[in-house]
């Protein structure tokens, strides 16, 4: 099946430095990947839907100055969280579309394991 | 009023019992409609599309009601490997594919 992989799976930083989480399909090509964010006892947020070769669309509300992706190649994405708060400690999760046809397989998308991040 | 909707829970149920999660979602246009399932610090993971006609998957029965907006699960012969957070899922209509995730329902299968 689809496999998604996420780096690292868990960080540490102190506040006001910055930090890059990497996503990456192993085995197929995701032309679109998303970014969540889940804070404890809720639910996944997205907060960008990144494409290849192109722009981030980043949700309301969501700083694109602060939350950079970029999605340099179909098995790519990198989310870097700048200039971290301790606010920002949260678990960040990418997924990719799986890009199969079908209206139900189009919309499937299979998750990469996260990243919990902790600014202190 | 929320895009998706569940019941938090939690839910605990013996071992073997029937249990029933329930969604509602508010956008009518939605037409992708899915369960996922999410383990304690995990990724959430693909557990079942609903289909307009219901479909079942082993233990697992998804139900879709357009006219009301509403989706269910129901497992059956409940496992202590079935505990966990049970998200409802739809999709946003556009052509971005992107998807809401309910807040989930905690279930936990006691011994």
């Known amino acids: 099946g689809a496999v998604v992989s996420q780096h690292p799976s868990w960080v540490i930083c102190k506040s006001g430095t910055s930090v890059k989480i990497e996503c990456r399909s192993l085995?197929?090509?995701?032309?679109?990947m998303f970014w969540y964010r889940q804070f404890p006892k809720q639910s996944l947020m997205l907060m960008a839907t990144s494409n290849e070769g192109s722009k981030a669309t980043y949700e309301q509300g969501v700083e694109k100055d602060k939350f950079l992706i970029n999605h340099a190649s179909l098995t790519l994405s990198t989310l870097t969280v700048t200039s971290a708060h301790p606010e920002d400690s949260s678990f960040y999760i990418c997924?990719?579309?799986?890009?199969?046809?079908?209206?139900?397989?189009?919309?499937?998308?299979?998750f990469g394991p996260g990243t919990r991040l902790t600014v202190t | 009023r929320k895009e998706v909707e569940q019941d938090p829970g939690p839910f605990n149920v013996p071992e073997g019992a029937t249990v029933a999660f329930n969604c509602t979602y508010s956008n009518s246009a939605s037409q992708s409609f899915f369960w996922y399932r999410q383990d304690c610090r995990k990724e959430p993971k693909l557990l079942m599309s609903?289909?307009?006609s219901g479909n079942e998957d082993g233990r697992f029965t998804a139900q879709l009601n357009r006219a009301s907006q509403y989706i269910s699960l129901l497992i059956r012969d409940s496992k202590l490997s079935d505990s966990a957070t049970y998200l409802c899922v739809v999709n946003r209509p556009g052509s971005a594919r992107q998807l809401t995730f309910g807040s989930g329902t905690q279930l936990t299968v006691l011994p």
């Open positions: 085995d197929f090509q995701a032309t679109t």
């Open positions: 609903v289909y307009s």
């Open positions: 997924s990719a579309r799986s890009g199969l046809a079908g209206i139900q397989r189009a919309y499937e998308q299979y």
